[in-house]
């Protein structure tokens, strides 16, 4: 069989995500196997048994990474690595993650399967607590190998319940001796469901990701003065929402003629004192933006300042904007994004370029090495949902565009 005929198992793929889906069962359907639970132990030794089977040597890092690996003919050269993760949200669906890691080892199953060797070296990597959901900060396995935190930063951090990543790393037997560190790759991917309803909406199987969206996170204060709803004439008030209902509409306006890539969104508000028949003192808004390019970022968040200090000046208020976090906008590499596109051309599969909106552990592994993402549909968009759903044959279509794009950059 020629390499251009090679496809996947679905089949096997399918069965081995709900494999991995028992481990942690939610009652409705869904997965919670946090980051170094027990129930994460279970999952990483079934990857392993996996994995082993499948004939990789496996190898696991400083932070619990794991690197199950399937020798090139040059076994020297830079591997291509494919992964994600396996620990889920506390009410987790079963493909978050999982996909990215099980559709890599399936790669690597159909790569034997079909005796087809490749020069450089192919990796299936599972990348630790990758969701945040029990450790806070997320992506810190592949945050630690990127250099973006400290080992030691990230072996300190604590759940609620004060048990470090470092302790339950060695309590669950994945304190590795492998460095974690930023070493020679030669290509990165990472295939993923979509998390949204893009896809889905234009009828499309597989999603060329171009990066990741840019996202800062502000406070709006805007401060007023707290007096009687009854005797104070509206023209003698310092009114906080005066300022605050322009801030709305001249955001939604600038969402409007930055789109369709911008996103602005209000998530959260506090009206201090908080009470029915006072004019609030003080007003809190979290204001949330993003854009694929960091330059039009940029530009909102200026037109953003410009807004507020309009606004509370003509409602003659006081006010201040206040930056909570921020994430650079990603943008991928470019022969890994064709790698990607040139594969869907092939096999014939509907695609559309199209822009993350979540963060992933390629944010960071794209510092440090070629990377781009696959996407597939999941029903309706959801995730972080135990009723997160994909179908079979587009699971399948996502797994054969990994398996074209490692091929192409593996080398014969
Ligand atoms: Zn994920």
């Known amino acids: 069989m020629s390499k ?12 081995r995500l ?28 079934l990857f392993c048994s996996w994995a082993r089977n499948a004939g990789c040597s496996i190898e696991i890092d400083q932070m619990g990474n794991i690197f199950a690996r399937r020798a090139g003919t040059d076994d020297k050269a830079a591997p291509v690595i494919a992964g994600s993760h396996l620990d889920t949200q506390p009410t987790g669906g079963k493909f978050d993650g999982v996909y990215g890691v099980l559709a890599a080892l399936e790669v690597i199953e159909t790569l034997n399967d079909s005796g087809t060797s490749t020069s450089r070296p192919v990796e299936a990597v599972v990348w630790t607590n990758e969701e945040g959901a029990r450790f806070s900060p997320a992506m810190i396995g592949s945050g630690v190998l990127a250099g973006e935190f400290t080992l030691e930063y990230g072996h300190a951090a604590t759940d609620k319940a004060g048990k470090s990543i470092g302790d339950e790393l060695r309590r669950i037997g994945y304190a590795g001796e492998r460095p974690c560190k930023p070493f020679p790759i030669h290509a990165a991917f990472e295939a993923h469901i ?13 999603g060329v990701v171009g990066g990741v969206q840019g996202m800062r996170w ?31 509409a001249g955001l939604y ?14 998530g959260d508000i506090k009206a201090e004192p908080g009470s029915r028949n006072t004019v609030p003192e003080r007003l809190t808004l979290a204001v949330d933006l993003r ?16 807004i507020v200090a309009g ?7 006081e006010g201040s904007v206040r930056v909570e976090w921020q994430s650079p906008a990603v943008e991928f590499d470019s022969g890994c994004i064709n790698a990607v596109r040139t594969a869907a051309q092939t096999l014939g599969y509907p695609y559309l370029e199209i822009v993350s909106g979540a963060g992933h552990d390629s944010v960071y592994l794209s510092r440090i090495a070629p990377t781009s993402m696959i996407f597939v549909p999941c029903k309706d968009g959801i995730s972080h949902n135990e009723a997160e759903s994909a179908e079979p044959a587009d699971l399948a279509a996502g797994a054969n565009i990994l398996l074209h794009a490692i091929l192409e950059r593996a080398g014969q």
């Not at 251009?4 to 198992?9: A, G, Q």
């Open 253 to 266: 306006e600038m969402a409007d003629r930055y789109a369709p890539q911008s996103r602005v969104t209000f």
């Open 218 to 248: 502000y406070d709006v204060i805007i401060n007023g003065d707290a007096v009687h709803a009854g005797p104070t004439p509206m023209d003698q008030r310092k009114d906080p929402f005066r300022a605050l209902h322009s801030i709305l």
């Open 4 to 15: 251009s005929e090679l496809r996947i198992n679905g089949a096997r793929l399918w069965d």
């Open 18 to 45: 709900m494999e991995m889906a028992k481990i942690g069962a939610t009652p409705a359907g869904g997965s919670n196997r946090q980051a170094l639970t027990d129930l994460d132990r279970e999952g990483r030794d």
């Open 194 to 206: 979509e998390q949204g309803p893009i896809l889905e909406a234009n009828n499309k199987t597989i």
């Open 311 to 317: 606004s509370i000046a003509a409602a003659n208020v």
């Open 291 to 306: 854009h694929p390019n960091e330059k039009i970022l940029e530009e909102m968040e200026g037109e953003f300042r410009a």
